[in-house]
């Protein structure tokens, strides 16, 4: 009889065990299945989160892009005139930062401005670019960078057409376009 009563309490100890497992694998299950969704709400296909800055080291930097975009975005380099891929181009669509993906142009504010580099007459947002002085090269200039991450676009001058009449002078190679889609 004793014996009985044990073998049912193992059975039910076991039951018991195995229900237990279920729930905490469905409870994990349902935990990740959060966690998930939040994700591709705030973070990009990097996992970095939209709207955050962006800080990576230089060997980072390094490791992401190619030798030219790091001289230019990250050293402050500036492309030859008249040789980024985006001078002679006029594809319809975004120009986003080509180190972190932060929307900077839009097709509909470049123009030819003939000065070898691609110029736009705004940014699709300010919040998107930032401005500081650039006393390089014995040249008082101001220098547009990446809000997003910090990255070295090119300068503005006040010899754009209406209706700001800037310039927004930008090399290429800081750039990545994305194509409108139709
Ligand atoms: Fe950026």
Redesign the pocket.
């Known amino acids: 009889m004793a014996s009985k009563f044990k073998y049912r309490g193992s059975l039910l100890v076991v039951g018991f065990l195995l229900i237990l497992s279920v729930g905490c694998e469905k409870f994990e299950k349902i935990k990740n299945l959060c966690r998930n969704s939040a994700r591709k709400e705030s973070v990009n296909e990097k996992g970095e989160k939209m709207g955050q800055k962006?800080v990576r080291s230089d060997r980072e930097w390094k490791e992401v892009l190619t030798p030219e975009q790091y001289r230019v975005t990250r050293k402050k380099g500036t492309e030859q005139p008249f040789s980024g891929k985006y001078y002679y181009f006029d594809g319809k669509g975004l120009y986003r930062?080509v180190?972190?993906?932060?929307e900077l142009f839009s097709s509909g504010t470049k123009f030819d401005s003939g000065c070898g580099w691609p110029s736009f007459w705004s940014p699709t947002s300010d919040e998107n670019v930032g401005e500081s002085l650039d006393t390089s090269h014995s040249m008082i200039r101001t220098e547009v960078t990446?809000s997003?991450?910090?990255?070295h676009l090119g300068h503005i001058f006040q010899d754009g057409p209406k209706p700001t009449g800037l310039r927004y002078c930008i090399n290429s190679v800081a750039l990545k376009f994305e194509p409108e889609s139709k």
């Open positions: 962006i930062c180190c972190c993906g932060n990446c997003r991450c910090g990255a």
